[in-house]
């Protein structure tokens, strides 16, 4: 603020004529071509003041409009959020809570009463599609206001509301009504959380939802097993669960939900949950018959050898496992369990990450990766006591399988009877386009076979054969 009234001083004196100096004409007119270039530094109020303008206006090139703790003309802001017909997202993240700005001086009314009027104006607007009010004083009086503003709304997707302090109460308000008519993306995390009953409620009231997230709360056991219990994964496709301190007996309802023929759950996140290897049951029971889950998260647990074993075994006996990608960095894996783990879902996983874990047998895991991968192209070992050497033959076999030159190899490493090359052929360079240090690191080691297949025919898209 005090550099503000400074510059506009010195804008004021300089344009009266009195700042001309008094020595030599070239100074003179130096000093004007500086102080024509200089920039006079916004106040809050008039960057706000310029926003809204064009939001009035219409202006068909302003379709996202982000707020971060900035100083808020609410009532002008609704209003022209109401007449606009081209904003897609609306970003009001730290602009709506109940504390000092950053000039020491208070709002001028309560964040209920500030919320109120942001959502009377989404009520009349028809092109928002995405809403984010992270950080926002929201609260159980605030909740309704939010839930009036979005009920009807025609277009809109995408709502965060996390950090808002909605807590049960709150999302009890929120829960009586649909949010939307097409809502697809939720965000509730960091609200302190415990009733499943108030999360299930705000699943099935919007059944477009496919992707919500409840990390970051204290979903008790009874919680849990009143939102995955009655059918809470029924129609989510993606629910992140992470840091929420799950305890052993509430992941048995979670593992009946994972089992269910009626799952639709793609992506399921359990970060940070204090994990360890005797909660791993519930979880591998589930994964040995759902046929939906495409993406696993266990980061920053304490998962050893025996929980990752269970998970493999699963995963490899399920014929109807839909699994591509497995995380589990940050755990207590040894080698035995990452052996075991990808002995068993190298023909199913695509994407596996390692990193962070406690594995130092880097030979193992080449044989491994040479012998039985199929289909994992990208696995992440950093951060693993492994030896340099030993990472860039794990990296070498893993881009090689996914360059499509694993599938010229047998299983004990030999090449092929003549004529296999060539079919496969069309299967590697399909991948080519991918990795194509793949192909010349595959020609560097298994030369004979291009030779072979050109020997048999020409093949133009073999740089042995032309």
Not at 167 to 185: F, N, V
Not at 316 to 325: D, H, I, V, W, Y
Not at 379 to 399: A, G, K, Y
Request: aromatic letters at 4%; proline letters at 3%.
């Amino acid at each position: 603020m005090f550099d503000f009234i400074l510059a506009l001083l010195e804008h004021d004196f300089m344009s009266s004529g009195n700042g001309r100096s008094s020595t030599n004409t070239n100074n003179s007119k130096e000093g004007c071509k500086a102080r024509k270039s200089k920039k006079v530094p916004l106040h809050p109020f008039q960057s706000f003041a310029k926003v809204c303008e064009r939001i009035e206006k219409n202006d068909p090139i302003l379709t996202v409009v982000e707020f971060r703790d900035e100083f808020l003309n609410v009532r002008r802001l609704a209003h022209a959020v109401a007449k606009n017909t081209h904003i897609t997202e609306l970003n009001l993240i730290q602009s709506i809570r109940d504390r000092e700005t950053r000039d020491s001086r208070p709002r001028s009314a309560p964040a209920h009463d500030v919320l109120h009027l942001c959502m009377e104006g989404l009520r009349h607007n028809t092109s928002i599609i995405s809403l984010d009010l992270t950080e926002t004083t929201v609260r159980a009086s605030g909740a309704a206001f939010v839930s009036r503003g979005v009920q009807q709304h025609p277009k809109l997707k995408h709502l965060r509301l996390a950090r808002c302090l909605l807590q049960d109460e709150g999302l009890r308000r929120m829960s009586a009504a649909p949010l939307g008519k097409e809502l697809i993306e939720l965000d509730i995390s960091g609200n302190t959380l415990a009733d499943g009953t108030a999360i299930l409620q705000m699943v099935l009231n919007n059944p477009h939802l496919v992707s919500l997230d409840i990390s970051n709360n204290s979903l008790s056991m009874k919680g849990m097993e009143q939102f995955v219990g009655f059918g809470g994964f029924h129609s989510l496709e993606k629910c992140d669960m992470s840091r929420n301190n799950i305890r052993r007996d509430a992941l048995q309802s979670l593992g009946t939900a994972l089992g269910d023929q009626k799952c639709r759950l793609k992506e399921l996140c359990l970060d940070a949950n204090e994990m360890m290897d005797c909660t791993m049951e519930s979880i591998s029971f589930g994964l040995l018959s759902n046929s939906s889950l495409e993406k696993l998260s266990l980061n920053n647990n304490y998962l050893g050898d025996v929980g990752v074993m269970k998970i493999a075994i699963s995963i490899g006996m399920n014929p109807n496992s839909k699994m591509r990608e497995l995380r589990l960095s940050g755990n207590k894996i040894h080698n035995a369990g990452a052996i075991s783990l990808m002995k068993h879902t190298s023909n199913i996983l695509v994407k596996l990450d390692l990193s962070g874990n406690r594995i130092t047998d880097g030979r193992s895991i080449c044989k491994v990766l040479r012998k039985d991968n199929i289909s994992m192209r990208e696995l992440s070992m950093t951060r693993n006591p492994i030896p340099l050497q030993h990472s860039h033959e794990i990296e070498f076999w893993t881009r090689l399988n996914a360059s499509g030159g694993r599938q010229l190899l047998s299983n004990s490493g030999d090449s092929k009877l003549d004529g296999y090359s060539m079919n496969v052929w069309p299967k590697v360079l399909s991948r080519i386009s991918e990795d194509p240090n793949g192909l010349y690191y595959f020609l560097i080691r298994k030369p004979e076979l291009c030779l072979s297949a050109s020997s048999t025919e020409h093949n133009p898209y073999c740089p042995v054969s032309q």
